[in-house]
């Protein structure tokens, strides 16, 4: 069964940056892709980026390309989320969520789904 733990969340001003992590417990991520998804206070959980199980593709939703990068370390047991340039826009609870055998990450796709982690972006 795999779990994952999200962390790196916190309170930063715009413009600052927050790498979150995604570790996994149980299984590695080498079968699996994940995505980062977040949710702001009032809205509906929306998709940020995901990483295929190889490593090889990346995806990122318009409000956060160029800013945002996805990565994935070499143990295949962790992976992050670089967050630069932060707006008040980008606060919300970040949830990471593993998809078996893909390169896609669709939310009513996932699997498995950790806690989430509050990043807070203040003006």
């Known amino acids: 069964q795999l779990q994952l733990v999200e962390s790196g969340g916190g309170l930063v001003q715009s413009g600052g940056s927050l790498r979150l992590s995604c570790a996994a417990y149980?299984?590695?991520?080498?079968?699996?892709?994940i995505g980062w998804f977040r949710q702001a206070p009032g809205k509906e959980r929306e998709g940020v980026s995901c990483?295929?199980?190889?490593?090889?593709?990346?995806n990122y939703a318009d409000s956060v390309k160029g800013r945002f990068t996805i990565s994935r370390d070499n143990a295949k047991i962790t992976v992050y989320l670089q967050m630069n340039s932060l707006k008040p826009e980008d606060t919300g609870v970040y949830y990471c969520?593993?998809?078996?055998?893909?390169?896609?990450?669709?939310?009513?796709?996932?699997?498995?789904w950790g806690a989430g982690t509050l990043v807070t972006v203040s003006s």
């Open positions: 990483i295929g199980s190889s490593g090889g593709s990346t």
């Open positions: 149980g299984v590695t991520l080498d079968d699996f892709a």
């Open positions: 969520a593993a998809r078996a055998y893909s390169s896609f990450c669709p939310e009513y796709a996932m699997d498995y």
